[in-house]
């Protein structure tokens, strides 16, 4: 089946780490986007990639980093520069945008991080 | 940029009673309005969504309407159940944004058995 599917469920950090969120898409979309959810808020967009080797900024993209080597791919690293990174994370994709029609995102099931 | 307000934040019914949320963007241009449902813990999915060139769209017991005049749409969820409480997010996306969808801030819905 196709999807997107974010690890670990869980990741703890401890103060000065960097880690590493993985997301990875079968669903054969050119663009991947990383939000950021902190409890009882909305969606926070962190970075976007809308092609392979190409990725842009969000809202609040500092202390992150990310990368793009292959299309199914897309990391994100919460750096130490973070000073906040307790969240939840939400990876999506989604198809390019064709002859007028456009399509959602998909989501994956979230990668929850807490600074212990 | 596109802007979107979503209300209410929070909303409460009865089992069986009707929801409505509603959404207003600010970019007349956009074409596109799908609706998110959040359930505690998950990600987002997909429940319905409406393109500008119709101006409703219904599927079981749930429904959006758009008013492309006053840039608004709507959420509409009939005989509330248990299992539709979650958080519901809108979001909008202009012509020219590829596919970058603009959100809501989300309304939690809660429906009381």
């Known amino acids: 089946d196709g999807g997107i599917t974010q690890s670990p469920k869980y990741l703890f950090r401890k103060e000065g780490q960097n880690v590493t969120l993985s997301c990875e898409q079968n669903?054969?979309?050119?663009?991947m986007y990383w939000y950021r959810q902190d409890p009882g808020q909305g969606l926070r967009l962190i970075y976007y990639s809308q092609i392979v080797n190409d990725f842009q900024k969000g809202d609040i993209a500092e202390g992150y980093s990310v990368s793009r080597e292959k299309k199914e791919s897309f990391p994100l690293t919460v750096t130490s520069a973070q000073k906040n990174p307790t969240a939840f994370y939400l990876c999506?994709?989604?198809?390019?945008?064709?002859?007028?029609?456009?399509?959602?995102?998909?989501f994956g099931s979230g990668t929850r991080l807490t600074v212990v | 940029g596109e802007n979107v307000e979503q209300h209410p934040s929070t909303l409460s019914v009865q089992e069986g009673d009707s929801a409505v949320i509603k959404c207003t963007y600010s970019?007349?241009?956009?074409?596109?309005f799908p609706w998110y449902k959040q359930e505690l813990g998950k990600g987002p999915q997909l429940i319905i969504d409406?393109?500008?060139?119709?101006g409703e769209k219904k599927d079981q017991r749930i429904a959006v309407t758009l008013n492309k005049t006053a840039k608004h749409f709507s959420l509409h969820i009939t005989e509330t159940q248990p299992e539709d409480s979650a958080v519901y997010f809108c979001a909008a996306t202009p012509n020219n944004a590829g596919n970058m969808l603009t959100f809501g801030g989300g309304t939690r819905l809660m429906v009381k058995p």
């Open positions: 669903l054969n979309h050119d663009a």
């Open positions: 409406i393109r500008s060139n119709v």
């Open positions: 970019d007349s241009a956009s074409n596109y």
């Open positions: 999506a994709s989604s198809a390019p945008f064709r002859q007028g029609v456009r399509d959602g995102y998909t």
